[in-house]
């Protein structure tokens, strides 16, 4: 009996003893596991800071900097047009400035098409209280036309400014790479940066040098140069006055 018994013992601790090592080779597989993957998680992470930090090539340079001379000729061409319907209007404005009605404190008048209200030169409402509407005769200017002139001319000069804050834009770019230590993912950020924050006015001029995912749809986004710095106006006789 007590041989038997130590053989059941005997036979009990080995089994405890084999269950035990499958325990210690199951815990040590896990922390191996465990460790090959934070292993490859940290490769994964420094791949990824490598990928940002890979310096931009010479050509790729070069590349990026033949676009900003291309988009520096394209702001000036926009530059070009803006004044040229700048000068337009304001050209149509004088005119209409030297046929308008003028009151007896100088300021020149324009009534409207019903003749409910007159505007000064400036755009404000004249009161009836200053001045007889119906001395102004129907072949002045409108009130309409003149308002549709200022409008044209405060639209413009929006659109230059953003032109300039543009150009301003290019030169920080060209400051920025001279160096010539921006990696490809500066590079790249600079490139879409510059898309974005380009006026319509611009695109229509660099359209043909726009990535084709950012190349703009100008019949949407933009109207035709005609038909937003020259609007159509017309005197009371019903024939076409182009203002710009």
Excluded: C
Aim: zero cysteines; charged letters at 35%; a negative charge.
């Amino acid at each position: 009996m007590i041989q038997l018994s130590d053989h059941f013992k005997s036979d009990s601790q080995s089994r405890h003893s084999e269950w035990l090592q499958q325990q210690r080779w199951f815990i040590k597989a896990r922390h191996e596991k465990i460790r090959k993957d934070e292993e490859a998680d940290k490769l994964d992470d420094l791949a990824g800071v490598a990928s940002l930090i890979i310096a931009a090539t010479e050509a790729e340079f070069r590349r990026f900097e033949e676009k900003l001379d291309q988009y520096d000729e394209a702001t000036v061409a926009a530059l070009m047009e803006n004044q040229e319907a700048l000068d337009k209007v304001n050209e149509q404005l004088m005119l209409m400035l030297d046929q308008a009605y003028v009151m007896e404190d100088g300021r020149r008048v324009f009534k409207s098409e019903d003749g409910s209200y007159v505007i000064d030169e400036h755009g404000e409402r004249v009161s009836p209280d200053e001045l007889d509407f119906d001395l102004i005769s129907r072949d002045k200017p409108t009130a309409e036309q003149y308002r549709a002139g200022l409008d044209a001319r405060q639209s413009l000069l929006q659109e230059k400014e953003k032109i300039l804050e543009f150009q301003e834009k290019l030169d920080d770019a060209r400051e920025k790479i001279e160096d010539g230590d921006l990696s490809k993912q500066e590079l790249d950020d600079l490139d879409a940066e510059l898309n974005a924050a380009m006026p319509q006015s611009v695109k229509r001029h660099a359209a043909h040098i726009a990535p084709d995912d950012q190349t703009p749809d100008l019949e949407s986004d933009s109207p035709e140069p005609e038909q937003s710095n020259q609007p159509r106006l017309h005197h009371q006789s019903g024939s076409p006055m182009t203002l710009g």
